[in-house]
């Protein structure tokens, strides 16, 4: 014959033996443990890919940027577009060897524009000949174009007259004109304007 049993009693067996407790007790001491297992619900779980960007996106990002994008975003446009690739171990070394040569490229022309700037400043001055007119007076003035044309004909090295400026000269004299070489290097070359 079975042994009766409370509603409430859990399937496992209590920590005092059954025979030494009356039915009642046990069903009362069932009841009010809590249970050992507690189950949370979970909320949805947010997927993002870390990504780096192959071309220039608008309201995004530009190429080279590394962006923490949602996975859909990435495996529904980003991906089948081509703008982006998942941000490895392996793309990332490569991303760093190209910035270091980049880099190393940037300061190779940097100290290449220093050294021509040390060119122009110890040269000493560059003639300019122009027709004379009354006492120092010049006919006409000087242009960048044509300290680009004297520069290339002494030192056989071509400079965009758009980075010559030029104070403005109409008499004889010593003037200092300025080449930005560089974004960090200008360049000051003496002229000696004279008539001829």
Known sequence: MASPSCASTLPWTSAFPSSSRPLAERCLTASRRA??????AQGKVKKYRQ????????????K???LKVRAGFFRNFLL???KATLLTP????????EQERIEAEK??????????????ETIGAFKIP????????????VTAQDIVDIIKSQLNRDVDKRLVTVPEIREIGEYVA?????????????LNVYAK
Not at 90 to 95: C, S, T
Not at 108 to 119: H, N, S, Y
Not at 130 to 141: A, D
């Open 107 to 120: 300061k190779r022309v940097k100290e290449e524009a220093q050294q021509l700037a040390r060119v122009f």
């Open 90 to 97: 392996e793309v990332l070394k490569e991303m760093q060897l």
């Open 130 to 141: 122009r027709k004379g007119g009354k006492g120092k007076q010049i006919f006409g003035s």
């Open 178 to 190: 300025e080449i930005k070489l560089h974004p960090d290097v200008t360049a000051r070359v003496r």
């Open 64 to 66: 080279g940027d590394t």
């Open 35 to 40: 249970p050992s297992l507690v189950i949370v």
């Open 51 to 62: 990504v780096i960007l192959t071309d220039d996106i608008e309201e995004v990002g530009k």
């Open 80 to 82: 089948p577009k081509g």
